[in-house]
């Protein structure tokens, strides 16, 4: 068990702790996008099958992902 050795209970509280945050400021940037936006993005992407959108959709989650990453390990 010496793989395992290294990680403190605090290393592990705290990776818990930053993922609950970043899935939360995750989940408003969805709740902020869906109520300002002119159109029902869900319906568009699943019944229009609007990939254009669902692209950016996509994009916007991973461009936030990176951001809020970059902001824990800092």
Known sequence: ME????ISGAEIVSTLVYSFIG??????????????SPFPIV??????????LAILIASVFLSLS???AAVILS
Do not use: G, H, P, Y
Request: hydrophobic residues 65%.
């Open 43 to 52: 319906k568009e992407i699943e019944a229009d099958q609007n990939v254009a």
């Open 3 to 6: 793989l395992f050795s290294a």
């Open 66 to 68: 990176i951001i809020i």
């Open 23 to 36: 899935i939360l400021i995750l989940c408003l940037c969805w709740w902020i996008i869906r109520t300002f």
